[in-house]
Nanobody
Framework: QVQLVESGGGLVQPGGSLRLSCAAS????????MGWYRQAPGKQRELVAD???????NYADSVKGRFTISRDNANNTVYLQMNKLKPGATAVYFC??????????WGQGTQVSVSS
């Protein structure tokens, strides 16, 4: 069974930065994308950003220019650098891994809170 282990969440003031990390517990063949979703209270889970094995990235419009996703393919790890955080970014952030065969794996979630 694959586990995605997340770290890096916490409380930060508006305008601050956080870096999320997510590592797969074992090597996985055929990874297509790794990425981050978030879910705020009372809202649906939404894509924040993802990155394909070849390096192409995809961002939600609300985070473009402030968030950067990166990936270490050798270690099956994905990072999300979040800068200029706004209160609207408050949510539980979930790591996601998708294989070419269509399998999806989810992390347990890490809380990000942006408040003064």
């Amino acid at each position: 069974q694959v586990q995605l282990v997340e770290s890096g969440g916490g409380l930060v003031q508006p305008g601050g930065s956080l870096r999320l990390s997510c590592a797969a517990s074992r090597n996985i063949l055929g990874i297509y994308t790794m990425g981050w979703y978030r879910q705020a209270p009372g809202k649906q889970r939404e894509l924040v950003a993802d990155i394909a094995t070849g390096g192409s990235t995809n961002y939600a419009d609300s985070v473009k220019g402030r968030f950067t996703i990166s990936r270490d393919n050798a270690n099956n790890t994905v990072y999300l650098q979040m800068n200029k955080l706004k209160p609207g970014a408050t949510a539980v952030y979930f790591c996601n891994l998708r294989t070419w065969s269509g399998k999806r794996y989810w992390g347990q979630g890490t809380q990000v809170s942006v408040s003064s």
